[in-house]
């Protein structure tokens, strides 16, 4: 009959014999009696003594063998006990968390530490001056070389109960430096983010200052339009970077967030002149508009919206100044429908609007305006495509050398004599049709806005998606293509086209802008010359503008320079105040000095310095403005006309 015996009976029988079989080799090679038999296999089993030394080395092998065996006993046992630790861990991880996370909230773990660290150090250092009979300095030492897991090796525990010391200390030196440099590195963390999302204690105490939300490439413009305009900015940036280039540049700053209310409530709203909000997102313009509507009720809120839906909506939450770059692009598109020999940038409705005694008019370089405005100064050379201004010289005496291409000239006359310029001085050309390069909402917005026949308007789509769209549309539709830009242009466009691009890739927009430039240039000795047909090419960045200056490009626009020039002359407008003249490379406008402003008492070789160049200037009692002189001193009731050079360069 067989007998099928359990893995474990077989193992403990094994164990057993394999064990007797070992003690009674001890007690026939070392000839000893069985208690003494006994108590050598245990010394040598659990303690590993084999100090035996017997001249028979089979005798000294069995030793070493029983010694082997005990260690790995040992060691075995050790690791099933810690199997079993770590497999109950991990089967009640979940208990264990809940309560580690319940004890940290009811306990103070930043109090309960040092109290903690204190009394291991102290117990150590104190059990090993009596225990070793260390002295109190190498006590200490022996302590801080353990804890911080060091261990140089010259002083070494000798007894169980300071080598289980030493154990507990090595342990709780790598969990104190993990611990410790947790808690080190919040600190540094929250430091930061208490000082990025600090507020002041009290309000800001600014009367009439203006406040920008966001200091991105619009917000950075605008704000130095309106310090070049004497009012004091305030900026509201979430994004530390940014806030510190504000900061550095002068304005003062709170690194924070503008939605939140209690960033609101410390403003000054009820005193300051406008809030501007310039954020990515249109949601969180609403919902900071409908905040600081609530804390004041009279505040003037401007602010950009990307999207035609929600700019229809934002007057419903309190933001009674929305801008757009559809919005605002429709009004500058509609004035190219017209060219003119005469270019009157703000009408003279607009002029009596504001407090302006004079209006800007922008002309052909060789053309004759004194015959018509007798009061008509010049200011500068304009090159009308990429809105630069270059003084004239007779109004600056370190001019630079004008470039080619700046064949308009600015001037400025009295503004009742603009009214007097009859339709007969001012030649007009229509514009055809509208052509426009890359399809967007952008787009699709201004063909809602303008009025167009859809018959008068053609489309070059660039993404597949957007033949979809467009292939119910009543337009004329076509693919870009690169490689057939200047065929399909050839035998498109016509005279008195406006084309427009607005595409994203620079690749495409330097091939339209040398396309149109090489057409153009080519008609001129054909029987339709392409004389009235413009280009207008609009950019992501301001930075894009440079590459296609050096191809010649006619007329660039940036959404940089399109909003905060939106966003000022809608505030001055508003504030009766005299309008600007913005370019990319300076600033243009009439100041009437009042006690104690920026201008006032100062001399305006000084005021150079600071960098307002008054190249203009009318007392009270005058009727027309003269050129000024460095050594002239300014007074409380001039009229200037004020020039910043390149203040606006990237």
Not at 67 to 88: C, K, M, S
Not at 132 to 160: A, H, K, M, Q, R
Not at 269 to 282: A, H, K, V
Not at 403 to 427: G, H, M, V, W, Y
Request: glycine share 4%.
């Amino acid at each position: 009959m067989k007998y099928k015996l359990n893995n474990k009976y077989t193992l403990g029988i094994t164990f057993v014999m394999f064990n007797l079989i070992l003690i009674i080799s001890l007690k026939i090679l070392n000839e000893s009696e069985w208690p003494t038999t006994f108590d050598l296999f245990f010394n040598i089993f659990i303690d590993g003594d084999i100090s035996l030394n017997s001249s028979n080395n089979f005798l000294n092998f069995i030793v070493f063998l029983i010694a082997f065996y005990g260690a790995t006993i040992q060691l075995g046992f050790i690791v099933l006990i810690l199997n079993f630790v770590i497999a109950r861990l991990i089967a009640n991880q979940d208990d264990i968390f809940d309560k580690l996370e319940n004890i940290a909230q009811n306990y103070n773990f930043r109090k309960i530490f040092p109290i903690y660290f204190t009394f291991i150090l102290s117990t150590s250092v104190i059990s090993f001056k009596i225990i070793e009979n260390l002295s109190w300095l190498d006590s200490i030492y022996f302590t801080i070389v353990t804890i911080t897991t060091v261990g140089f090796g010259d002083i070494s525990p000798t007894y169980p109960i300071t080598k289980f010391i030493t154990l507990v200390l090595v342990a709780h030196g790598i969990s104190f430096i993990a611990l410790g440099s947790q808690i080190i590195i919040n600190r540094i963390v929250n430091l930061q983010l208490t000082k990025q999302n600090s507020l002041p204690s009290s309000d800001i105490n600014f009367v009439n200052h203006i406040i920008i939300g966001g200091f991105g490439s619009k917000g950075r413009r605008l704000a130095q339009l309106f310090k070049e305009r004497g009012y004091e900015v305030v900026i509201v940036e979430i994004d530390q970077d940014r806030a510190r280039v504000a900061e550095i540049s002068g304005y003062y700053v709170l690194n924070t967030d503008i939605t939140k209310p209690t960033v609101m409530e410390i403003l000054s709203l009820n005193n300051c002149s406008g809030l501007f909000l310039l954020p990515s997102n249109d949601n969180l313009v609403l919902q900071t508009g409908i905040i600081a509507k609530s804390i004041s009720s009279e505040l003037d809120i401007y602010a950009e919206f990307l999207s035609a839906t929600t700019y229809e909506i934002s007057r419903y939450a309190g933001i009674n100044k929305p801008i757009s770059l559809f919005v605002f692009l429709t009004n500058v598109l509609q004035n190219y429908f017209t060219t003119t020999q005469v270019s009157i940038p703000y009408s003279t409705k607009d002029l009596r609007s504001q407090e302006s005694t004079i209006g800007y008019i922008e002309v052909p370089s060789e053309f004759n305006y004194g015959d018509f405005l007798e009061t008509a100064q010049p200011i500068g050379f304009i090159t009308p495509g990429l809105n630069e201004l270059y003084l004239h010289p007779s109004v600056n005496n370190e001019y630079e050398k004008i470039p080619p291409n700046a064949t308009n000239l600015l001037i400025f006359a009295d503004r009742e004599e603009l009214d007097n310029i009859s339709k007969e001085q001012i030649k007009e050309t229509h514009i055809g049709r509208l052509i426009f390069a890359g399809y967007s909402e952008l787009v699709d917005s201004l063909i809602q806005r303008l009025d167009v026949d859809d018959a008068d308007i053609v489309i070059f789509w660039d993404n597949p998606e957007e033949e979809d769209v467009l292939a119910n549309s009543k337009y004329q539709c076509f693919k870009w293509e690169i490689s057939k830009a200047y065929d399909d242009f050839n035998n498109l466009v016509k005279d008195g086209d406006l084309i427009i691009s607005t595409f994203d890739d620079m690749t495409s927009s330097l091939v339209l802008g040398v396309t149109v430039k090489n057409l153009k240039e080519n008609s001129l000795n054909s029987d339709s010359p392409l004389n009235n047909t413009q280009l207008i090419q609009l950019v992501p960045y301001e930075y894009d503008k440079l590459p296609l200056m050096k191809i010649g490009a006619e007329i660039v626009y940036s959404p940089q320079e399109i909003i905060s020039h939106a966003f000022l002359n809608s505030f001055l407008k508003e504030n009766n105040i005299s309008p600007s003249m913005v370019y990319t490379n300076g600033h243009v406008y009439e100041h009437f000095v009042l006690d104690g402003d920026i201008f006032d008492g100062k001399h305006v070789s000084q005021l150079k310095k600071d960098g307002f160049n008054i190249i203009y200037y009318k007392e009270s009692d005058q009727e027309k403005f003269e050129i000024v002189l460095l050594d002239h001193k300014v007074k409380s009731g001039y009229r200037l006309i004020v020039h910043l050079e390149n203040a606006l360069k990237e």
